[in-house]
């Protein structure tokens, strides 16, 4: 009896489902996207309707081959990747692939889940669908719209500033915001103002603070000490009387389930988790945690929603929880409902554990750490976001301070007594700033009746200073970003790993921070391209994206009118864009080798003084940094908060000693060996990436090493996994594998199977794919020598050898 065929995306989401759909069912994983625009050409017929040509991703030929095979035999292929616009695309380019042969009965259809439980999944199966093409069009729209955006701006940058740099559609916003805010910060002038404090003696204790409000019923600004002096001199010798006392009830309500934005923000908040990091681990609890005799179980429900709804089934759950654990008084007569925005994707739901029943500390013994801490916010979240309101008695008392100068002075206080802690016995909100609700808390009133007079104990002028607007952290980037309806939850890790990646900005005490790079390019993009990457317009082209998907516009159409645009903005930026390169900004500094001025230059490690006496005189110095300027000297890294966070991780870095002296340590070691010395810059952190690990299915990472970057396994020490960057040659020994270029222990480089030790064939001069025209040799060797570029025969009995094109560069 033939099998059904169902294709999900990792093999761990495969395991989970594979065991609630029994023996009639085959699942393997895709591994991610099969088939992407080529890397090394735009790939995009502009003429042709924007034409896109698709090439199956290197190293996933063998991979679609073995799914065809097991396609060949199954009476139906069901398509099961993530219900979002990446999962359908991912969907529409297998059925490409595994397009059945005409005549045959094998029907290709798509099932979608939001949570990997038994009962969604055989709903899900029980309501199979075609493939969505609105849904494979949004994604192709984007997809294209970034795709022409690198590879019509990025050259400009590479011509103008230095090679390698990039410009992003979504990206370059993002950098802009923090840009923008750099100099916001650099802008703001500092402004002078007093407050006046006193403290007065009621028949009852504690002392009642108090903090001057109104002069003659009028809100009083208090510029400077000497206005200060003159208010404390009217008060000298005055009456205080109460004038009101107001109790009223106030209500906290509860906050809703996480959507992907608010749990990159509260877990970057409370967990110190990059937004990267929480997505990689909350894929890891939607697709299956191993749970003992339960097997592989999804915790959490799909984790890329702009959706806060919550199924009736869930509602259920959580409210019989709620009911049984915390009793009648915390849950409210009918379930909370929460107000989606416009835009979401209402076919969702938010982000909440599969079942409420599996409380924490019940799966706390099957969990990694972080997964533990992540899991126990989102269990948290959830319940209190269905229990009752947090009640306070909010009190403000007023009184009256008649002044020597003739105006009357009110002061105030204000306190909050907690009366019923409702949802907050589980979950309370972070803040990014402290608010008056924190002040209230703190603040403990003395019993006090209207018309009773108070004994003066004491008065406190206090000078106070403007403060500028704060630095982005990674939440409250993302809570701006998703504000202005720039990008989409499934884009923010994304957007805030590749700035960083790209050297673009900095992030000191966890705080965003332009480089001189960052800056550089973001004014040149704004300059030459300022409505493309313009806040409005990017948050529009969202919305044009999400009309795509809803079937509301034509994708070509939406790509007619940004290429229209874009095209105008290039021929304009290739006329007129400055060119970095070649700037020369003069200067009052002399060379100290000659004594000619000196100017301000770009090179690659951003602005320099060169000597004008060049190429005579080659003298250059540092540009020294003012305070506050790009890179990190403006950065008062001994601020609260501004504490060092492990690059790789998250956990706090503490300080150690050792036989080099002292250095920053991850304090999860041994779990994480991160170190760095004082002084040193940032190590590059590691970058998470899409791709599985093909041994033990964790993700692989983009590392750095001492002989540069590679990538490898992210369960490493326990998986030793490398991925080798193969040259495209077949290993002439085994046949079965491709050849990667490796290094030596002194860092010469050779080339090896990508298979050893199975297989041992390793050169030294580089494999050409290409037999000896007279010897007949499996391949030839790339050989630079003084005498030119050669393909050469590496066998020793033949002579065969032919000049190749000079090397470039």
């Given at each position: 009896m033939s099998k059904s065929l169902v294709i999900v995306e990792s093999p761990a989401k495969a395991k989970t489902i594979g065991k609630y759909l029994g023996k009639n069912f085959t699942v393997k994983a895709s591994l991610g996207h099969v088939k992407d625009l080529p890397k090394n050409d735009i790939a995009v017929d502009v003429d042709r309707g924007f034409r896109p040509t698709y090439v199956v991703i290197e190293g996933k030929k063998k991979l679609i081959d073995e799914l065809k095979k097991a396609a060949k035999d199954a009476d139906a292929i069901y398509l099961a990747a993530d219900p979002d616009r990446e999962g359908e695309a991912i969907c529409a380019h297998l059925q490409e692939e595994l397009q059945p042969k005409r005549g045959s009965a094998t029907k290709i259809l798509r099932v979608t889940f939001n949570e990997i439980t038994q009962s969604a999944v055989k709903r899900a199966f029980e309501h199979p669908r075609p493939v969505d093409a609105h849904l494979v069009d949004a994604q192709q729209a984007r997809r294209i719209l970034d795709r022409l955006v690198g590879y019509k701006i990025s050259p400009l940058l590479w011509d103008k500033v230095r090679r390698g740099l990039s410009a992003g559609r979504v990206q370059t916003v993002a950098l802009r915001l923090i840009v923008d805010r750099e100099n916001e910060i650099r802008r703001f002038k500092?402004?002078?103002?007093?407050?006046?404090?006193?403290?007065?003696?009621?028949?009852?204790?504690?002392?009642?603070?108090?903090?001057?409000?109104?002069?003659?019923?009028?809100?009083?600004?208090?510029?400077?000490?000497?206005?200060?002096?003159?208010?404390?001199?009217?008060?000298?010798?005055?009456?205080?009387?109460?004038?009101?006392?107001?109790?009223?009830?106030?209500?906290?309500?509860?906050?809703?389930?996480?959507?992907?934005?608010?749990?990159?923000?509260?877990?970057?908040?409370?967990?110190?988790?990059?937004?990267?990091?929480?997505?990689?681990?909350?894929?890891?609890?939607?697709?299956?945690?191993?749970?003992?005799?339960?097997?592989?179980?999804?915790?959490?429900?799909?984790?890329?929603?702009?959706?806060?709804?919550?199924?009736?089934?869930?509602?259920?759950?959580?409210?019989?929880l709620i009911k049984d654990r915390?009793?009648?008084?915390?849950?409210?007569?009918?379930?909370?409902?929460?107000?989606?925005?416009?835009?979401?994707?209402?076919?969702?739901?938010?982000?909440?554990?599969?079942?409420?029943?599996?409380?924490?500390?019940?799966v706390a013994k099957y969990l990694g750490e972080d997964e533990l801490k992540l899991y126990r916010l989102i269990w948290m979240r959830f319940v209190a976001s269905q229990m009752t309101s947090a009640v306070f008695d909010q009190t403000t008392i007023e009184v009256d301070a008649p002044g020597s100068d003739g105006s009357n002075y009110l002061l105030r206080a204000t306190g909050s007594v907690p009366k019923f802690d409702g949802f907050l016995a589980v979950y309370e909100e972070g803040k990014d700033q402290k608010d008056s609700d924190d002040d209230e808390l703190k603040n403990r009133l003395p019993q006090v009746e209207q018309g009773e007079k108070l004994k003066f104990k004491s008065v406190q002028p206090e000078q106070h200073f403007t403060e500028p607007p704060p630095r982005f952290t990674e939440a409250t980037l993302v809570k701006e970003l998703e504000s202005d309806g720039v990008g989409r939850p499934s884009t923010y890790a994304a957007i805030l790993s590749t700035i960083q990646e790209r050297e673009y900005v900095t992030k000191p005490g966890g705080k965003f921070l332009p480089t001189e790079l960052g800056e550089i390019?973001?004014?040149?993009?704004?300059?030459?391209?300022?409505?493309?990457?313009?806040?409005?317009?990017?948050?529009?082209?969202?919305?044009?994206?999400?009309?795509?998907?809803?079937?509301?516009?034509?994708?070509?159409?939406?790509?007619?009118?940004?290429?229209?645009?874009?095209?105008?903005?290039?021929?304009?930026?290739?006329?007129?864009?400055?060119?970095?390169?070649?700037?020369?900004?003069?200067?009052?500094?002399?060379?100290q080798k000659c004594g000619k001025p000196m100017v301000i230059k770009w090179g690659k490690h951003?602005?320099?003084?060169?000597?004008?006496?060049?190429?005579?005189?080659?003298?250059?110095r540092e540009l020294p940094k003012a305070p506050g300027e790009g890179g990190e000297a403006g950065v008062e890294l001994s601020e609260e908060g501004a504490d060092e966070y492990c690059v790789n991780c998250g956990r706090p870095m503490v300080l150690k000693k050792g036989r080099f002296g002292t250095f920053f340590a991850c304090s999860g070691y041994p779990d994480c060996k991160t170190t760095r010395q004082l002084g040193q810059a940032e190590k590059k952190p590691d970058v998470i990436l899409d791709e599985k690990c093909p041994q033990c299915d964790h993700n692989l990472v983009t590392k750095q090493g001492r002989f540069g970057e590679f990538t490898a396994c992210s369960n490493y020490p326990t998986c030793r996994y490398i991925k080798h960057q193969t040259i495209g040659v077949t290993c002439p020994k085994c046949g079965l594998a491709e050849l990667s270029a490796r290094r030596s222990k002194r860092g010469k480089t050779f080339y090896g199977c990508t298979r050893y030790p199975e297989c041992d064939f390793v050169a030294w001069a580089k494999p050409i794919n290409e037999k000896c025209p007279e010897c007949g040799h499996d391949y030839l060797v790339d050989k630079v020598l003084k005498s030119g570029h050669f393909a050469e025969c590496p066998n020793k009995g033949c002579k065969y050898k032919r000049e190749l094109e000079p090397v470039a560069g």
């Amino acid at each position: 009896m033939s099998k059904s065929l169902v294709i999900v995306e990792s093999p761990a989401k495969a395991k989970t489902i594979g065991k609630y759909l029994g023996k009639n069912f085959t699942v393997k994983a895709s591994l991610g996207h099969v088939k992407d625009l080529p890397k090394n050409d735009i790939a995009v017929d502009v003429d042709r309707g924007f034409r896109p040509t698709y090439v199956v991703i290197e190293g996933k030929k063998k991979l679609i081959d073995e799914l065809k095979k097991a396609a060949k035999d199954a009476d139906a292929i069901y398509l099961a990747a993530d219900p979002d616009r990446e999962g359908e695309a991912i969907c529409a380019h297998l059925q490409e692939e595994l397009q059945p042969k005409r005549g045959s009965a094998t029907k290709i259809l798509r099932v979608t889940f939001n949570e990997i439980t038994q009962s969604a999944v055989k709903r899900a199966f029980e309501h199979p669908r075609p493939v969505d093409a609105h849904l494979v069009d949004a994604q192709q729209a984007r997809r294209i719209l970034d795709r022409l955006v690198g590879y019509k701006i990025s050259p400009l940058l590479w011509d103008k500033v230095r090679r390698g740099l990039s410009a992003g559609r979504v990206q370059t916003v993002a950098l802009r915001l923090i840009v923008d805010r750099e100099n916001e910060i650099r802008r703001f002038k500092r402004e002078e103002y007093w407050s006046i404090d006193v403290h007065l003696n009621a028949k009852k204790a504690p002392v009642l603070k108090t903090e001057l409000a109104k002069r003659n019923e009028k809100n009083i600004e208090i510029p400077d000490q000497a206005s200060a002096d003159a208010i404390v001199a009217a008060l000298d010798g005055s009456t205080y009387t109460v004038r009101s006392v107001v109790t009223k009830e106030k209500r906290r309500h509860a906050v809703p389930p996480f959507i992907t934005s608010t749990l990159q923000q509260e877990a970057a908040r409370k967990l110190k988790f990059s937004v990267k990091r929480s997505m990689i681990i909350a894929q890891r609890l939607y697709e299956g945690v191993e749970l003992g005799k339960e097997g592989s179980v999804g915790l959490i429900t799909y984790m890329r929603t702009d959706s806060t709804r919550v199924s009736e089934d869930a509602l259920a759950d959580v409210r019989a929880l709620i009911k049984d654990r915390y009793g009648d008084q915390y849950l409210p007569a009918s379930p909370n409902y929460y107000k989606t925005k416009k835009a979401a994707q209402d076919a969702h739901e938010a982000i909440r554990p599969t079942s409420a029943m599996r409380a924490p500390e019940l799966v706390a013994k099957y969990l990694g750490e972080d997964e533990l801490k992540l899991y126990r916010l989102i269990w948290m979240r959830f319940v209190a976001s269905q229990m009752t309101s947090a009640v306070f008695d909010q009190t403000t008392i007023e009184v009256d301070a008649p002044g020597s100068d003739g105006s009357n002075y009110l002061l105030r206080a204000t306190g909050s007594v907690p009366k019923f802690d409702g949802f907050l016995a589980v979950y309370e909100e972070g803040k990014d700033q402290k608010d008056s609700d924190d002040d209230e808390l703190k603040n403990r009133l003395p019993q006090v009746e209207q018309g009773e007079k108070l004994k003066f104990k004491s008065v406190q002028p206090e000078q106070h200073f403007t403060e500028p607007p704060p630095r982005f952290t990674e939440a409250t980037l993302v809570k701006e970003l998703e504000s202005d309806g720039v990008g989409r939850p499934s884009t923010y890790a994304a957007i805030l790993s590749t700035i960083q990646e790209r050297e673009y900005v900095t992030k000191p005490g966890g705080k965003f921070l332009p480089t001189e790079l960052g800056e550089i390019v973001t004014e040149l993009l704004v300059e030459s391209f300022d409505d493309i990457f313009d806040v409005r317009y990017t948050a529009r082209m969202e919305e044009e994206l999400d009309e795509i998907e809803e079937g509301k516009l034509d994708w070509i159409e939406a790509l007619t009118e940004f290429y229209e645009r874009l095209s105008k903005d290039i021929a304009e930026a290739e006329r007129s864009m400055r060119d970095i390169k070649r700037m020369e900004e003069p200067t009052d500094e002399k060379c100290q080798k000659c004594g000619k001025p000196m100017v301000i230059k770009w090179g690659k490690h951003g602005k320099f003084l060169a000597c004008t006496g060049y190429p005579e005189c080659t003298g250059t110095r540092e540009l020294p940094k003012a305070p506050g300027e790009g890179g990190e000297a403006g950065v008062e890294l001994s601020e609260e908060g501004a504490d060092e966070y492990c690059v790789n991780c998250g956990r706090p870095m503490v300080l150690k000693k050792g036989r080099f002296g002292t250095f920053f340590a991850c304090s999860g070691y041994p779990d994480c060996k991160t170190t760095r010395q004082l002084g040193q810059a940032e190590k590059k952190p590691d970058v998470i990436l899409d791709e599985k690990c093909p041994q033990c299915d964790h993700n692989l990472v983009t590392k750095q090493g001492r002989f540069g970057e590679f990538t490898a396994c992210s369960n490493y020490p326990t998986c030793r996994y490398i991925k080798h960057q193969t040259i495209g040659v077949t290993c002439p020994k085994c046949g079965l594998a491709e050849l990667s270029a490796r290094r030596s222990k002194r860092g010469k480089t050779f080339y090896g199977c990508t298979r050893y030790p199975e297989c041992d064939f390793v050169a030294w001069a580089k494999p050409i794919n290409e037999k000896c025209p007279e010897c007949g040799h499996d391949y030839l060797v790339d050989k630079v020598l003084k005498s030119g570029h050669f393909a050469e025969c590496p066998n020793k009995g033949c002579k065969y050898k032919r000049e190749l094109e000079p090397v470039a560069g």
